[in-house]
Structures are given as C-alpha cells and as structure tokens.
Nanobody
C-alpha cells in the first residue's frame, strides 16, 4: 500500500505560480512512477504530468508543456508540480497518483491516489 497526501493548492491569479507537493508513505517510493492528474467540475479526470522511477523521465500534457514542471525527491518521498504562467483553464482539483508501470500516463494505469487539492485561478 502507498498513501499519498497532496498539499499546496490554493488561489492564484492568472499568470501566477503555485507548487503542489505530494508526500508518499508506505512501500518504496522510488520504485513507483508518479503523476499528477486534474479534474474540473463536469469534466473527466485528465493527465497533467508524470515522472518515471530512475532515470526520472518526464511526460507532460500538451496543455501544460513549458509551463509546468514535475519533479521528485526520493529522499523525501515527495513529488512536486511547479505550475507557472497559470491560466483560468488550469483551475481544477489536482490529484497525485502512483503506478508500478514505467511510463504510465493513463489514469487506469495508476493504482494509488491522493485525496486531491483544489487549485483556483482567477482571470
């Protein structure tokens, strides 16, 4: 079992920045691919970014490429999502997820999920 707890959500103006964190506990964090997904009201959950276990390959949705950066600190069992140049369409509940499948980018490939953290972007 892996327990995931997100933090860092909040309110930001268009063009602003936020950094989300996801702290993991349980089984060996370094062995999991980690990802962020988001879900806006009335929308399906969508992939945002993922980072593999070593060598830490990263993947991004086209909508966030160049603005968001995913990273991980295996010593702290934490994955981060730095969100810059935010847009109103980035507003959503952001979820952290863990998968034992290398390169996973579909929600169905992720086994463990956090409870989510709300990000609100004002125009």
């Amino acid at each position: 079992q892996v327990q995931l707890v997100e933090s860092g959500g909040g309110y930001v103006q268009t063009g602003g920045s936020l950094r989300l964190s996801c702290a993991a506990s349980g089984r060996t964090f370094s062995s999991y691919a980690m990802a962020w997904f988001r879900q806006a009201p009335g929308e399906e959950r969508e992939f945002v970014a993922a980072i593999s276990r070593f060598p830490f390959s990263t993947y991004y949705a086209d909508s966030v490429k160049g603005r968001f950066t995913i990273s991980r600190d295996n010593a702290k069992n934490t994955v981060y999502l730095q969100m810059n140049s935010q847009k109103p369409e980035d507003a959503a509940v952001y979820y952290c997820a863990a998968s034992d499948k290398r390169g996973a980018r579909r929600a169905s490939e992720y086994t463990y999920w956090g409870q989510g953290t709300q990000v609100t972007v004002s125009s």
